[in-house]
C-alpha cells in the first residue's frame, strides 16, 4: 500500500519526504482546493522547489483542485488543471465534473484520482467517473464500515485509497453545508470548513467559550482542554442533555486495520492534515512508514506497537483516536 | 411558475404517509416527489408501495410524480433498491447521488438531478445534461446569483437550461453521515435503532448551550433548525428563472404553506418578510434572514 502524505507547506513536503512518503498531496494557493486556510498551501517557487525534491527521491506529487468551481470564477479552476499538468503532476485529485470533464479533454494524460470531495461512496458512482472521466484512482469518504470498503473495494472499476489518519469529518465529504450554513463559507466552494476569521475565544467567569460566527459552539470549564471550534465537535443540548451530539474531538487513526485494508486490496493510505505543521507531518509520516514496513516485512507477524500509538495519541485532536466508521458500533 | 412537493425527509409511519399523501392529493400541486432519501432501514413503504401510491396520486393528484433516490448510498442492498428504482420505466426519478445519474444514463432516462448532487457550475450541469438530466434542483447553499450564473454558462456552452426547481420552504437538508445522530442522542446503536426517527415526526431539535437551535437531527440527516422561506424573495426567483418551487413536507401546516404559495403565484403581492431563513438565497450565512443579514 502506498503513503500518501499531506504538505500544506515546503518544509511539511521536505518532512514527508524524509520520512518516507510515497506520495505527497498539496494544493495551490487559492479556493481551487479544500484545504484553502490563510497562511497555507505553496506558492509558485516553493512548489518548484519541492517539485524538484520530490523527483530527485523518485517519489510522487498529487496536487488536489477538488473544490467544485464558482461559475464566475471558473477560468481559475481550469487554470490550477492547466497549471497541474504543466507541471507534470502524477495525480490530480478532482471532485467536480465539470473540473474532471475539462481535465480529462484538455490534458487525455493527466492522471486523474476522484477526490473525497467527490462523495463516492459506491461502485456504480465510482463507475460514472470511471467510464466518463477516465478516474484511476478514487478517494472514499470516511462513512463506510470496513466490510463496505471492502464491497465497493472488490466491485470498483479502480485502485481504491482511503484516510487512514487525521481529523475526522464526520459528515461524507462534498456532502456537508453545516460550514455555510452558520458561516456561509461552503467547504465544497470555498475550500473552508469553520473558517478562522468566523472564530472568537471568550474568556469570562463563566469559563472560555468559543464561538463560530456568534454562535457558542463550546465552552469550556477551568482546566479543560479546548479544541479548535469545527462545528461539528462541539458540545450542544438535545433532549434537554449537553453532549457532543454530532462527534467528540476525536482523529481517526487506523494502524490496527493495516491487515485488513492490505487484504481488501486498498491500493494506497492517506494522512489527512494539510492544515497541520511540519512537525506532525514528520511524526505522523515516520509511524505510518515504520508500520507499512513492517506489515510489509512480516504480514503474519503485524502488531500495532504502542510507541507508535502513543506518538499518534499525542497528534490527535483531543488526544483521542477512533476507527471511525470503519468500524460499525461507532456509526 | 409552478409548486412541487418534495420528498418527506421524516420517518413517519405507513398511515401518517397515507393520511398525508390523500391530503396533499387534493393541493393545487404541479409535482409530487416520493420516495425515501435518508435512511434505508426506513421501511413504512417498500419500493413496491411507493410505485403503487406514485400511480395512485397521478390518478388522484394530476401531478407529475417523481420517485427519488437515496442520497447515501453505502451498502450492497442500498446500491440495488437503487438500481430496480431507477429501473422502474414508468415514473421518473430524482437522483441523488452519482450512482443513480450512472443507472438513469444507462438506460437514457431523462431525471431529476436532486439537491443532494453537487453541481454547482454550468460546465458540471453540462455533463450531467449530456447524461439526461433536464431538471436542476441546485444544491440549497446556493445563492440565486450563483444559480443564475451556472445557467448563464450552461447556455454559453450552447446547451439548453433545465428546469430550475429551487427549494423554497422547509428545513434545509444540510448534510449526511455514516453515524445515526437520532440512534446516537437516545443512547442506542444505529444497528439495534429500533426505528426511533418515528418518535420524532419532524426530527429532533439541536440547540447550542445558550438556547439558540441551531440545527434538526433526522437519522443520518442534519437540517436546518429554522425553516427556509422564500415567499418573500418570490419576485427574484421568478427573475432568476425559477420553473418550479419546492415545498419540503413539514408533520403540521403544508395545506397552509401552500396555499400563501399558491396565492403569490397566481397574482397576491408576496409578503415583505415571513418567518425563517432565507440567507443562502442572498448570498449569505443560510440561518439568516436577509433582513438580519443588512440586505432590506
Known amino acids: 500500500m502506498q503513503l500518501v502524505c499531506p504538505a500544506g507547506s515546503l518544509p511539511a513536503l521536505k518532512a514527508a519526504l524524509r520520512q518516507g512518503a510515497d506520495a505527497i498531496y498539496v494544493g495551490f494557493r487559492d479556493d481551487t482546493n479544500a484545504r484553502h ?19 530527485q527521491q523518485g517519489r510522487q506529487l498529487y496536487v488536489a483542485v477538488n473544490t ?20 507534470g503532476v502524477d495525480a490530480l485529485i478532482a471532485a467536480d465534473p465539470g473540473v474532471l470533464a475539462y481535465a480529462s479533454r484538455r490534458h487525455p494524460n493527466l492522471n486523474l484520482h476522484l477526490s473525497v470531495q467527490g462523495s463516492a461512496t459506491n461502485a456504480a458512482a465510482l463507475s460514472f467517473y470511471q467510464q466518463r472521466y477516465g478516474i484511476r484512482r478514487a478517494v472514499l469518504p470516511r462513512v463506510l464500515s470496513l466490510a463496505q470498503v471492502k464491497q465497493v473495494a ?9 484516510f487512514a489518519f487525521g481529523s475526522l469529518c464526520i459528515m461524507a465529504e462534498g456532502r456537508c453545508h453545516l460550514s455555510s450554513y452558520l458561516t456561509g463559507e461552503s467547504p465544497n466552494l470555498c475550500g473552508v470548513c469553520s473558517p478562522a476569521k468566523a472564530v ?23 482546566g479543560e482542554a479546548a479544541g479548535y471550534p469545527t462545528l461539528c465537535k462541539g458540545r ?3 433532549n434537554g442533555q449537553r453532549f457532543h451530539a454530532l462527534e467528540e474531538p476525536t482523529s481517526l487513526n487506523t494502524l490496527d486495520l493495516i491487515p485488513e485494508l492490505a487484504a481488501i486490496g486498498v491500493s494506497a493510505v492517506k494522512i489527512e492534515g494539510r492544515q497541520r505543521s511540519p512537525a506532525y507531518v514528520e511524526q505522523v509520516t515516520r509511524v505510518w512508514r515504520e508500520a507499512l514496513d513492517a506489515y510489509r516485512r512480516a504480514p503474519a507477524g503485524f502488531a500495532v506497537q504502542n510507541h507508535w500509538r502513543q506518538a499518534l495519541a499525542g497528534l490527535s485532536e483531543g488526544s483521542q483516536t477512533t476507527l471511525g466508521a470503519y468500524h460499525r458500533s461507532w456509526q | 411558475m409552478q409548486l412541487s ?28 416527489y416520493l420516495g425515501e432519501t435518508v435512511c434505508s432501514k426506513r421501511r413504512a413503504l417498500s419500493l413496491d408501495d411507493w410505485l403503487g401510491l406514485a400511480r ?18 453505502e451498502a450492497a442492498s442500498e446500491l440495488s433498491s437503487l438500481k430496480r428504482l431507477c429501473e422502474n420505466g414508468e415514473i421518473r426519478v430524482e437522483a441523488n447521488d452519482m450512482a443513480a445519474v450512472h443507472f438513469l444514463a444507462e438506460r437514457d432516462r431523462p431525471f431529476v438531478a436532486g439537491p443532494a448532487l453537487n453541481l454547482y457550475n454550468g460546465h458540471a450541469l453540462a455533463e450531467l445534461a449530456t447524461c439526461g438530466m433536464d431538471r436542476w434542483v441546485p444544491p440549497v447553499e446556493c445563492s440565486g446569483a450563483l444559480i443564475r450564473s451556472a ?28 453515524r445515526c445522530f437520532t440512534a446516537r442522542a437516545e443512547n442506542r446503536p444505529k444497528d439495534d435503532c429500533e426505528f426511533c426517527c418515528l418518535n420524532y415526526p419532524e426530527g429532533i431539535a439541536l440547540h447550542s448551550q445558550e438556547g439558540e437551535a441551531l440545527f434538526t437531527l433526522n437519522g443520518i440527516q442534519t437540517l436546518s433548525a429554522s425553516v427556509s422561506n422564500l415567499l418573500a424573495d418570490y419576485d427574484q426567483l421568478a427573475a432568476s428563472g425559477a420553473d418550479i418551487l419546492r415545498l419540503s413536507p413539514r408533520a403540521q401546516g403544508m395545506d397552509e404553506v401552500i396555499a400563501a404559495f399558491d396565492a403569490v403565484r397566481k397574482g397576491g403581492l408576496p409578503p415583505l418578510a415571513v418567518d425563517g431563513c432565507n440567507g443562502y438565497w442572498h448570498g449569505r450565512p443560510g440561518m439568516l434572514r436577509a433582513e438580519e443579514a443588512g440586505l432590506c
Not at chain 1, 68 to 87: F, N, T
Open chain 1, 68 to 87: 467544485s468551481a464558482q461559475p464566475d470564477g471558473w477560468a481559475r479552476w481550469q487554470r490550477a488543471v492547466d497549471h497541474a499538468a504543466e507541471i
Open chain 1, 37 to 55: 486556510f490563510a497562511g497555507l498551501n505553496l506558492d509558485e517557487k516553493q512548489l518548484q522547489n519541492g517539485i524538484e525534491l520530490i523527483r
Open chain 1, 154 to 162: 472488490a466491485k470498483s472499476p479502480v485502485p481504491i485509497e482511503v
Open chain 1, 236 to 238: 450542544f443540548m438535545v
Open chain 2, 151 to 178: 445557467l448563464n454558462q450552461l447556455e454559453e456552452l450552447g446547451l439548453q437550461r433545465p428546469q430550475l426547481e429551487v427549494f423554497a420552504y422547509g428545513h434545509l437538508p444540510l448534510a449526511y453521515s455514516a
Open chain 2, 5 to 32: 412537493l418534495g420528498p418527506v425527509l421524516f420517518y413517519w409511519d405507513r398511515n401518517t404517509l397515507m393520511d398525508f399523501y390523500a391530503q396533499m392529493a387534493t393541493q393545487p400541486l404541479d409535482v409530487i
Open chain 1, 200 to 222: 472568537r475565544w471568550e474568556q469570562d467567569a463563566a469559563g472560555l467559550s468559543s464561538r463560530l460566527n456568534g454562535v457558542l459552539i463550546d465552552r469550556y470549564s477551568e
Open chain 2, 56 to 73: 395512485e396520486m397521478r390518478e388522484a393528484s394530476g401531478a407529475e410524480i417523481v420517485l427519488s433516490g437515496l442520497a447515501l448510498v
